[in-house]
T-cell receptor, first 113, second 111 residues
Framework: DAGVIQSPRHEVTEMGQEVTLRCKPISGHDYLFWYRQTMMRGLELLIYFNNNVPIDDSGMPEDRFSAKMPNASFSTLKIQPSEPRDSAVYFC???????????FGPGTRLLVL | QKEVEQNSGPLSVPEGAIASLNCTYSDRGSQSFFWYRQYSGKSPELIMFIYSNGDKEDGRFTAQLNKASQYVSLLIRDSQPSDSATYLC???????????FGTGTLLAVQP
């Protein structure tokens, strides 16, 4: 398997623009997680899905953030409008079951100017 | 109180020494414990997981779990410069289906 795939790998945008991050989980994994990592706050869970259904979005910082999983092989995280404080590395991870090993994608490095 | 705590380091050890990384957690209901390694600019990758009290060994790595004291540790024997990275401890969130990550310990192995 190719592992978790994320795109784009790097994104530079201007404040106020819409940003869409994409993730393809490992085939057969029922859980998908979106994380954000910064130096100040470390690795934060934003939202996770089980069988394409959002289960816990308590980590989503505000209404500017939204996530969808229309099918088992694709998820998006959208920021609209983006702000400089959203600059971070965004990771997608997937796992076979809850409380089991999560496999991380390469991340998307987002810079909002 | 943070749910998963780690010393941020940096922890500096000479090449060939044993590196000891520690992690404490707050939820007594946690059942699964993980150690991830993250090189600068890369994504976290799993080193080991442990579910039962005691030690679990895999090559140069040993994970130790003590549920009564609510700590989990990672020992790296014969440390190599290539082990220099940030080590993240992750603990399942008890009644939830998510992992709680510590902020990581930066390990520097000096040649």
């Amino acid at each position: 398997d190719a592992g978790v795939i994320q795109s784009p790998r790097h994104e530079v945008t201007e404040m106020g623009q819409e940003v869409t991050l994409r993730c393809k989980p490992i085939s057969g994994h029922d859980y998908l997680f979106w994380y954000r990592q910064t130096m100040m706050r470390g690795l934060e869970l934003l939202i996770y899905f089980n069988n394409n259904v959002p289960i816990d979005d308590s980590g989503m910082p505000e209404d500017r953030f939204s996530a969808k999983m229309p099918n088992a092989s694709f998820s998006t995280l959208k920021i609209q409008p983006s702000e400089p404080r959203d600059s971070a590395v965004y990771f997608c991870a997937s796992s076979l079951a809850s409380r089991e090993t999560q496999y991380f994608g390469p991340g998307t490095r987002l810079l909002v100017l | 109180q943070k749910e998963v705590e780690q010393n941020s380091g940096p922890l500096s050890v000479p090449e060939g020494a044993i590196a000891s990384l520690n992690c404490t957690y707050s939820d007594r209901g946690s059942q699964s414990f993980f150690w991830y390694r993250q090189y600068s600019g890369k994504s976290p990758e799993l080193i080991m997981f442990i579910y039962s009290n005691g030690d679990k060994e895999d090559g140069r790595f040993t994970a130790q779990l003590n549920k009564a004291s609510q700590y989990v540790s990672l020992l790296i024997r014969d440390s190599q410069p290539s082990d220099s990275a940030t080590y993240l401890c992750a603990v399942d969130g008890g009644a939830t289906n998510k992992l709680i990550f510590g902020t990581g310990t930066l390990l520097a192995v000096q040649p």
